[in-house]
């Protein structure tokens, strides 16, 4: 019988050194895809803005959205350790504003977790929907939600001062009561530092081998996304090639009438076709 993942499984994985992988999801079949893949964790992330509605930013996905994406995720992944990534806006108002928005995680998708953006400047939210009782996990470094002032989806941390600030947000977000914490695209050796430095389990996405684990978007994964490719991305296969070619052929048979075949329709019930043409002739 297969066993929940819970918060003390994941740092317990910590402990012994083992690391834990993490991939988004957004849909049912997709996080059956994943739970059957042997994921330890799944961010239903508000990168489903570009990656499943073609949003050019992250910025108009809605709490209602990542709910919904959430359910179904939950639904196809029941004994994977499932994190919610609250959107713009869903936090950034008030520490009231946040614990509400990320309660609904819970009440209505079941989640195990929320992820929300931000080191020293949400330590104050973090804190406040810690105390709710709800896990959160962290996110600095590339912040994408503030890509705009960050000039762009560009690496952090690459120079002292800037190292210094990411790992000062680390910091602060392991003080302020997080679970876990999340660093996007900075260099390895400051994803290191943090490493070496917290006690909560790090993972990276762009930050190198030096943590607790590793996140990719699917999207990226799998080959479907194909705005742009961060420097980061591994892709295990082009399903933007699978699938086109897979639509093409199906274009090709119904053009030819290849298809249906035989072995896809419905036979009459045997002597039910003479029976059809007398009552036809009558
Ligand atoms: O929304 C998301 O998928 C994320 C990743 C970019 C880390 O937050």
């Not at 093409?248 to 030819?256: H, Q």
């Amino acid at each position: 019988m297969s066993k929940k993942m819970s918060i003390h499984d994941l740092y317990k994985m910590k402990e012994a050194r083992e690391k834990i992988a993490w991939l988004t999801s957004y849909d049912y079949p997709t996080a059956q895809f994943a739970e059957a893949a042997g994921m330890e964790m799944i961010l239903v992330g508000d990168s489903l803005g570009m990656c499943v509605y073609g949003y050019k930013s992250t910025v108009p996905v809605t709490m209602d959205t990542c709910i919904r994406h959430s359910d179904a995720v939950r639904r196809g992944a029941p004994d994977t350790f499932v994190v919610g990534d609250m959107p713009f806006l869903s936090y950034q108002a008030s520490d009231e504003q946040a614990v509400m928005n990320a309660g609904r995680f819970l009440k209505e998708a079941d989640v195990d977790a929320i992820k929300l953006e931000g080191g020293i400047r949400v330590a104050s939210r973090i804190q406040a929907i810690t105390n709710a009782g709800i896990n959160v996990i962290g996110h600095i470094g590339l912040t994408p939600q503030s890509s705009g002032q960050l000039g762009g989806h560009k690496a952090q941390g690459r120079t002292a001062e800037d190292a210094q600030m990411v790992i000062r947000d680390a910091q602060a977000v392991q003080e302020a009561g997080a679970k876990m914490l999340l660093v996007e695209a900075v260099p390895p050796e400051v994803t290191s530092c943090i490493w070496n430095s917290l006690k909560i389990p790090v993972l990276g996405i762009g930050a190198g081998v030096n943590c607790d684990g590793q996140l990719l978007i699917v999207s990226d994964l799998i080959g479907q996304f194909q705005a742009f490719t961060p420097k980061f991305v591994k892709k295990y296969c082009n399903m933007a090639e699978i699938v086109t070619n897979a639509m093409k052929s199906y274009v090709a048979d119904v053009k030819d009438s290849r298809f249906p075949g035989d072995e896809h329709i419905y036979k009459m019930i045997a002597g039910e076709e003479e029976k059809l043409n007398n009552l036809l002739r009558i």
